[in-house]
């Protein structure tokens, strides 16, 4: 089991030396690079092969990646029962994006927002500390 060792760390940070590297979809957008709406976590391949490409060149190729990814895309939503089903139960902003353009960078970054309260709802996170360790109570 890891342990928290509280050092702050940047994404890259973490990804240093592992196979996945960030990739912004816009690189046009220079002031909104840096918000996380603009982020995708691809494989460092994937990544080195496409990286200065436009968005639209990058689009087809979201769907041979992660799920997050393949959300981009208009096909994600086509024949999907899963996912459909997942996207419509958890209400969460899922939508495609022909082009990204700034406010499509915000409105990613609101999805990303929803994800990260699901997983790491703090509601819930208090409940488990609540539980103490191997989730006795106490």
Do not use: C
């Amino acid at each position: 089991m890891k342990k928290i060792d509280g050092i702050a760390k940047t994404v890259n940070d973490i990804l240093k030396g592992n196979r996945y590297s960030i990739d912004y979809y816009q690189r046009e957008f220079a002031e909104h690079r840096n918000l996380i709406g603009d982020l995708l976590l691809l494989p460092k391949s994937f990544n080195a092969s496409y990286n200065d490409d436009p968005y639209g060149k990058k689009l087809p190729h979201y769907l041979e990646q992660n799920l997050l990814a393949r959300t981009l895309h208009p096909q994600a939503y086509v024949k999907n029962p899963g996912f459909l089903r997942f996207a419509d139960a958890s209400g969460l902003p899922f939508k495609p994006y022909e082009t990204f353009t700034k406010s499509s960078i915000v409105e990613r970054g609101q999805l990303y927002r929803a994800i990260a309260l699901r997983v790491w709802n703090p509601d819930d996170l208090l409940q488990i500390a609540a539980l103490g360790p191997a989730g006795a109570e106490g």
